[in-house]
């Protein structure tokens, strides 16, 4: 189905192109209203086209209004203020539109979908602590996907895994100095996090050990057979344990291409970096200096030889274009790598093809811990992750126990699974995701408010319903859903829900899954006024009942598809 902001820019462009005799596609711009009093949609063109036209923004609203031709969409149209319009539809128009939700697929052509798009999000690095950051990464990153999946783009997930560096000379030194066996069996991440500080902890008293370090460094990069192995364990161990998380998540990736996986692409893209005299030597480095220095300089390959996360980026980004064939890249880190990014976009572009293709850095935030919740200590974060969805997943359980505790037990297991990481990730993506934000169970798990719980009470809400009209064998017969017997806030409601796929282009060009929380909430609320507003099952007007039944249906369709989205599961109760 075609949206209808589309629809609705197509007939204003018709009427406006023959009323003006020239083509103003261009300045035709459809918005949502800001106020319900303002009509369904609004349009501005009146405003930005009064230069080009030549006459006052008032005037061209009125030629424009009383010109308008007859048609099956629009009731009426209205002049507003300085020279807006406001667009009020047609019942019979908003009723066949919204019987197509659920059973037509949108049209999104007008984007321009034809693309493979890689998604470089997680990212964690190998036995060193996954931070809140790549949880962040891994939220949102997945949400982006699902986005751009919904739209028709062709994606491909990769895990850019830091498995490669410095730290694992120093793991290894650690390892044959310190490691406890036991605890290793027991807890092999948390033991390897434990060594890897005790290791700084003892550098600062003997920096020989840093030397020692670097030695076993150049063993593995020269492929010592012991190192080797040993890395390969770490590597191994590691994604065990951020497997566990993706699980809980319901992430998944076409690929784990870490940082290694390029090592021996590297070579040839210091000699094409020097062949077009892009990097050059700089006290023993190679350095890709910028102009007017706009950026700091970036090394690409140390006096020691070795190369940089820099270079690393560059031959990755010429292996997805050679290899994978993408057309797209976005990357999620926080933005404490802005730099790190301009600068090999940058690189990128001066390198020419096939180096340079459309690149996004998707930056967020740092999300903080309020509340007394610790997060950041020295020992084991990425358990602590798995921490943080078991609290959320007990704390809803908690609620259930006590608002159903007729719900068979591993029922409720999963619904408190479902509802508790819903909660989490609904925290995350709904904020501003440049914003820093402070994490509190409170804010994470209300049912009130702009939450996940609130969205997912929602959804269980217009379910029971159902259940209801199950048991009392009800089917709507009537396929009307506005009828102009109804009170308004009906209306209301399925205009809001003709508006999602917009939200879901405005989210994606923003790169801003908020967008679509914001819609979702908005719309429960209409949902949840309706609903305390208007009988449902004990409607006497069988019309109107049935009516207000598919009303409901398309809601829990949309809530339930907008929540996908963001990655989010519904459940049927709670
Ligand atoms: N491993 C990096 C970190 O934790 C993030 C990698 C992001 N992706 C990339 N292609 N550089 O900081």
Redesign the pocket.
């Known amino acids: 189905m075609e949206l209808l902001t589309i629809k609705l820019k197509k007939l204003f462009s018709e009427n406006i192109n023959n009323i003006f005799s020239a083509d103003y596609t261009e300045k035709i711009d459809i918005q949502n209203s800001t106020k319900k009093e303002f009509g369904d949609f609004q349009t501005n063109f009146a405003m930005v086209s009064s230069k080009l036209i030549g006459k006052s923004p008032r005037e061209i609203a009125n030629i424009l209004v009383e010109n308008f031709s007859e048609n099956d969409i629009i009731q009426k149209l209205e002049i507003a203020g300085p020279g807006f319009i406001n667009i009020y539809l047609k019942n019979n128009f908003l009723n066949e539109e919204i019987k197509k939700v659920e059973n037509e697929k949108y049209d999104f052509s007008f984007l321009n979908i034809d693309k493979t798009v890689i998604i ?2 997680s ?3 190998i036995a ?1 602590r996954m ?1 809140i ?2 949880l962040r ?1 891994t939220i949102i990153g997945d949400s982006i996907k699902r986005i751009l999946q919904f739209l028709g783009f062709h994606t491909l997930a ?1 895990n ?3 498995d490669w560096g410095t730290q694992f000379g120093k793991l290894i030194v650690a390892y044959k100095n310190w490691l406890d066996k036991k605890a290793y069996e027991e807890d092999p991440i948390g033991e390897l996090e434990k060594i890897y500080v005790k290791f700084s902890d003892e550098a600062k008293i003997n920096p020989a050990l840093e030397d020692e370090a670097r030695e076993e460094l150049k063993k593995l990069q020269l492929g010592d057979e012991n190192n080797q192995k040993l890395w390969k364990e770490f590597i191994d161990i590691s994604l065990k344990e951020y497997n566990k998380i993706y699980d809980r998540l319901g992430v998944n990736f076409d690929y784990y291409f870490g ?1 290694s996986f390029y090592n021996n692409m590297m070579p040839s893209v210091l000699e094409e970096l020097k062949q077009k005299g892009i990097a050059k030597e700089d006290q023993g480095a190679l350095v890709v200096f910028f102009e007017n220095n706009r950026l700091p300089p970036a090394i690409v390959q140390k006096k020691d030889g070795s190369f940089l ?1 820099t270079t ?2 560059l031959a ?1 980004m010429k292996f997805r274009k050679d290899e994978l064939k993408v057309d797209e890249a976005v ?4 933005d ?2 802005q730099n ?2 301009k600068q ?1 976009f940058e690189i990128g572009r001066m390198l020419g093809e096939p180096y340079n293709y459309k690149k996004t850095h998707i930056v967020f935030g740092i999300m903080r811990f309020g509340n007394g919740i610790i997060f950041s200590s020295r020992s084991g974060n990425t358990i602590r992750l798995v921490n943080l969805l078991d609290e959320a997943k007990a704390q809803v359980k908690k609620v259930i126990d006590e608002k159903n505790p007729d719900i068979p037990e591993d029922e409720k297991e999963k619904i408190a699974e479902i509802v508790g990481s819903g909660a989490i990730k609904y925290f995350d993506l709904s904020q501003n995701r440049t914003s820093d934000i402070t994490f509190t169970w409170d804010k994470v798990l209300s049912f009130e408010g702009n939450t996940g719980p609130y969205l997912q009470y929602t959804y269980v809400r217009i379910m029971s319903i159902f259940r209801k009209l199950k048991e009392e064998n009800i089917e709507p017969k009537n396929n009307d859903i506005i009828l102009d017997n109804m009170n308004g806030i009906e209306r209301e409601l399925a205009v809001e829900l003709l508006k999602f796929p917009q939200a879901v282009v405005k989210s994606y060009e923003n790169y801003r899954p908020n967008i679509i929380a914001d819609y979702l909430f908005d719309m429960a609320k209409l949902f949840n006024n309706f609903y305390n507003s208007s009988s449902i099952l004990k409607e006497e007007d069988k019309k109107v009942m049935d009516a207000r039944i598919l009303l409901a249906r398309k809601t829990a369709f949309i809530l339930k598809e907008g929540l996908s989205l963001l990655g989010i599961s519904t459940v049927n109760r709670m």
Do not use: A, C, M
């Open positions: 470089d999000y990212s964690p690095n060193k931070h950051g790549h990464s990769d850019h895994i830091g940082e996360y690393s980026d990755t990357y999620l880190t926080d404490r790598q790190h990014f090999v």
